[in-house]
Nanobody, 126 residues
Framework: QVRLVESGGGLLHAGDSLRLSCAASEPTFSSAVMGWFRQPPGKEREFVAAHNWINNSTKYADSVKGRFTVSRDNAKNTLYLQMSSLKPGSSAVYYC???????????????????WGQGTQVTVSS
């Protein structure tokens, strides 16, 4: 069982930047694909970004393209999400997810991810 712990959330203003981190209890290279999802208040959990370390490829939701960057440091067993030009609509609980051996290609579906963190709250005020 892989344990994921997110950190870095907080209360920000529109236009601010923030970096989220996700520390894994096991080597992150054991999961080809890791990703970030978010759940705004009263809404479904949605895909934000994913990273595949095998070919160093990434995928983003249209709403965050050009503003968010996902990256991974396998030496530190950590996944990151660099967020810039934050908007009030970015407010949500952000979750880290790992596919384990279940997925080897980038996927936006929650179903593909085997392990989940508890989430970190990001609140952006106007």
């Amino acid at each position: 069982q892989v344990r994921l712990v997110e950190s870095g959330g907080g209360l920000l203003h529109a236009g601010d930047s923030l970096r989220l981190s996700c520390a894994a209890s096991e080597p992150t290279f054991s999961s080809a694909v890791m990703g970030w999802f978010r759940q705004p208040p009263g809404k479904e959990r949605e895909f934000v970004a994913a990273h595949n370390w095998i070919n160093n490829s990434t995928k983003y939701a249209d709403s965050v393209k050009g503003r968010f960057t996902v990256s991974r440091d396998n030496a530190k067993n950590t996944l990151y999400l660099q967020m810039s030009s934050l908007k009030p609509g970015s407010s949500a609980v952000y979750y880290c997810a790992a596919g384990g051996s279940a997925i080897t290609v980038l996927t936006t579906s929650r179903v593909g991810y085997r392990y989940w963190g508890q989430g970190t709250q990001v609140t952006v005020s106007s």
